[in-house]
């Protein structure tokens, strides 16, 4: 019920935040012909008004939605924030093509604008803009051929997204007439206070909160070669303060930081341990770059800085018969954190885990996956993606054949809800095989481990 009241809050101030300028533009400017403009060109002019108002508020929507919003992520979950953030960048740039083809069209002398040198500053400013936001839409694209560093391209993308926001205000600023019109002024400044507003949350307050947010490690339980577990308890500021435990729902994510600097790195991982722990959090982490190989050279009372719970993966948020998780590798990591929650409360509801994992040595937690067998009405298959010969389990890709052998039959199945979480291809590959089953859509919910 709160969530549907959230999602419908934040639909509403999404519509408004895209719809407002738009709407209100044609009452202040009612198409008219100037001297010597034929109606034609003016209702060229009018539209191009339009569209690029549309995609400034559209820009306000894609630079808000990244912005951590606690009640966002928990709402649309992060892959459905990022996946909006992307459509709406998308939808920016072509937006602003579309501005630009009708601006021309409307007076073609306006080619002259393109000359930098000579062009007013309205011009240049929107020169700028457009620019910054094609650099920042073919650096996303490239991302992974160019092979930057995760963090060079995130810095990247924030100063090109903050450049064509900056731009895009001083490109109406410079129009004058937008901003003579009172009622057109006060909208674009809400708009400018709420944005603003925004990435002080993101960039101010957040770091501060978070510095107020310092957990100690208190062990590093090695789980294979290469994952461990990093158990983590609040730091105690103070006797009177107390502790500041982690409240969370089974399957939600934190970001991480081993400095309180506004510019430390700061990774996502999911919360594996049980929601009703206590004081401990526990992120289980497959340490395959700089910073989770840092994460490992943690030693116990060293401190980490803890900004979350984040998002929607979770068995919390919805009514079920069942619970059907497929992950891949360490993508069992909220899978651990529902069964594990799910055992405290004594659960009797019939789930069912995949578990898929490149060799015998990946598969994570296989004992006490047993164990929670003993305390819930469990069914677990593990599939190889190379299996040693004397595997006995399954193999090979995950199939209709698999799932159907696993899940009760079609009426039945169709009121489970599924989860899955791992590497983008494999959450694909998956995706294609439930959609092959008619599994329906909003039982569906997903968790990619990587957020490009
Ligand atoms: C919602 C979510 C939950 C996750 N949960 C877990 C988990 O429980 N356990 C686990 O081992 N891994 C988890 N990951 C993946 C983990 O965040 C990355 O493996 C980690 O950030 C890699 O950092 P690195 O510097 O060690 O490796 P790198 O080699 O630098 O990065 C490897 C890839 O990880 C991604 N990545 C790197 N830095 C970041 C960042 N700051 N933010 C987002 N993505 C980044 C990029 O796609 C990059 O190409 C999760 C990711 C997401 C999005």
């Given at each position: 019920m709160r969530r549907q009241l959230e999602r419908t809050l934040w639909a509403t101030v999404f519509l408004a935040v895209l719809l407002a300028p738009v709407l209100l533009a044609p009452l202040l400017h009612g198409?008219?012909?100037?001297?010597?403009?034929?109606?034609?060109?003016?209702?060229?002019?009018?539209?191009?008004?339009?569209?690029?108002?549309l995609a400034t508020s559209m820009l306000v929507c894609a630079v808000a939605l990244?912005?951590?919003?606690?009640?966002?992520?928990?709402?649309?979950?992060?892959?459905?924030?990022?996946?909006?953030?992307?459509?709406?960048?998308?939808?920016?740039?072509?937006?602003?093509?579309?501005?630009?083809?009708?601006?021309?069209?409307?007076?073609?002398?306006?080619?002259?604008?393109?000359?930098?040198?000579?062009?007013?500053?309205?011009?240049?400013?929107?020169?700028?803009?457009?620019?910054?936001?094609?650099?920042?839409?073919?650096?996303?694209?490239?991302?992974?051929?160019?092979?930057?560093?995760?963090?060079?391209?995130?810095?990247?993308?924030?100063?090109?997204?903050?450049?064509?926001?900056?731009?895009?205000?001083?490109?109406?600023?410079?129009l004058h007439h937008l901003v003579r019109d009172a009622a057109m002024l006060a909208l674009l400044a809400v708009l400018a206070v709420g944005v603003l507003g925004v990435l002080a949350y993101r960039w101010l307050w957040l770091p501060v909160l978070g510095a107020r947010r310092e957990y100690v490690v208190r062990e590093i339980r090695p789980e294979t070669s290469t994952v461990s577990t990093l158990v983590l308890e609040p730091r105690r500021h103070g006797a009177r303060r107390g502790y500041r435990t982690l409240e969370f729902a089974p399957g939600q994510f934190a970001w991480l930081r081993l400095n309180p600097s506004v510019r430390a790195q700061e990774h996502p991982f999911t919360i594996a341990s049980s929601a009703h722990l206590g004081l401990w959090t526990e992120f289980t982490i497959r340490h395959s770059g700089d910073f989770t190989r840092e994460l490992r050279l943690l030693r116990p009372g060293s401190s980490v800085w803890v900004d979350g719970p984040h998002g929607a993966f979770t068995l919390d948020l919805r009514r079920t018969t069942g619970l059907v998780m497929i992950a891949g590798g360490v993508g069992i990591t909220p899978m651990m954190s529902m069964l594990r929650t799910l055992a405290h409360r004594r659960d009797r509801r019939p789930h069912r885990l995949l578990v898929i994992a490149r060799t015998v040595e990946d598969l994570l937690f296989r004992p006490e996956i047993r164990q929670l067998q003993q305390r819930l009405d469990l069914t677990v298959v593990e599939l190889l993606r190379q299996p040693p010969p004397s595997w006995s389990g399954a193999s090979g890709t995950v199939d209709e054949d698999l799932l159907t052998a696993l899940l009760p039959g079609k009426f039945r199945r169709n009121q489970l809800d599924y989860y899955l979480c791992g590497p983008p291809a494999l959450v694909t590959d998956v995706l294609t095989v439930l959609d092959g089953m008619d599994i329906p859509q909003p039982r569906i919910h997903t968790e990619q481990f990587d957020l490009v």
């Open positions: 198409p008219r012909t100037r001297n010597g403009s034929s109606l034609t060109s003016e209702l060229l002019s009018e539209l191009s008004v339009g569209i690029g108002l990244p912005s951590r919003l606690r009640t966002l992520t928990r709402t649309l979950g992060i892959d459905g924030v990022l996946g909006i953030h992307r459509f709406v960048g998308l939808a920016v740039i072509l937006l602003v093509g579309l501005h630009i083809v009708l601006v021309v069209a409307a007076h073609p002398a306006n080619m002259a604008l393109f000359d930098v040198l000579h062009a007013p500053n309205r011009a240049r400013t929107a020169l700028g803009a457009t620019v910054a936001l094609g650099a920042l839409v073919a650096l996303t694209v490239l991302r992974r051929r160019l092979r930057h560093r995760y963090e060079v391209w995130r810095w990247v993308h924030v100063a090109l997204a903050g450049t064509a926001l900056v731009l895009s205000g001083l490109h109406i600023w410079l």
